[in-house]
């Protein structure tokens, strides 16, 4: 009988404590089963990632970074692809990734649409461009991606700001955009060297239609070490 080599594929284990920026930001306000979920999805991390918004995030941070004079022409723009990309989703089984994100990214692009009478005001202040530098930072023994979709300039080019956006249907989660955009601005501040103001640090929340500014105080602080704390502290002994 030949022997037979059978291949066992073994479970991705992550050592140090290691997050998503929107894993990190979800744990403070999630139950404490979520909070669990969280950390196990983070140091068992699976093959699979689900896809459902990449599409718009590419088409929103290109299209935003054409900085147009005419702030109309974005909104055109979106609705257009929208209606491109729930067309092209009919030719794919509603399992499929492929079908998935042109469906839910169709759906974002549509809600961003909605919110044009109130982004075109703010962020005509700005020259947006896209960020595709990978980033993290490491906060009390816990390693956080530190990504923003986008940064924000002003006429001569200085970064002055940064922007995240956020699709999820799911209801935000207790300090989840705080935490988030305190993270986004420690990074620029202790990796970068820049110094950015709470008010031009947005961070757009597209299933509700509102626009966050990045918060101050020691309070936020503390949340986000203790935060750090629990995290580390869980982690080993999953």
């Not at 030949?2 to 139950?31: C, M, W």
């Not at 109130?118 to 700005?126: A, D, E, T, V």
Request: net charge positive; proline share 3%.
């Amino acid at each position: 009988m030949e022997n037979q080599e059978i291949e066992v594929k073994q479970a991705k284990i992550v050592e140090d404590p290691r997050l998503s920026l929107t894993q990190f930001s979800r744990y403070h306000g999630s139950t404490l089963n979520g909070r669990r979920r969280i950390l196990i999805n983070g140091k068992y991390p699976g093959d699979y990632i689900p896809k459902y918004y990449n599409i718009a995030r590419d088409i929103i941070t290109a299209t935003f970074s054409a900085n147009f004079d005419d702030y109309d022409l974005y909104f055109e723009e979106f609705s257009r692809h929208a209606a491109r990309l729930k067309k092209e989703a009919l030719a794919f089984s509603p399992r499929t990734d492929n079908y998935k994100n042109r469906y839910f990214s169709a759906g974002a692009l549509e809600s961003l649409v909605r919110m044009s009478a109130k982004l075109i005001p703010i962020l005509n202040k700005y020259v947006l461009n896209t960020n595709r530098k990978r980033a993290s930072i490491t906060v009390a023994g816990v390693k956080i991606s530190s990504r923003a979709d986008m940064l924000l300039s002003d006429i001569t080019g200085e970064q002055i700001g940064l922007l995240r956006f956020n699709f999820p249907q799911a209801r935000l989660r207790a300090n989840e955009a705080e935490l988030a955009l305190k993270v986004l601005k420690r990074y620029s501040k202790e990796i970068s060297g820049i110094s950015l103001n709470a008010r031009d640090c947005l961070f757009i929340d597209i299933p509700t239609g509102n626009v966050l500014t990045a918060q101050e105080g020691p309070g936020l602080e503390s949340l986000l070490l203790a935060t750090c704390t629990e995290i580390k502290n869980i982690w080993h002994n999953l």
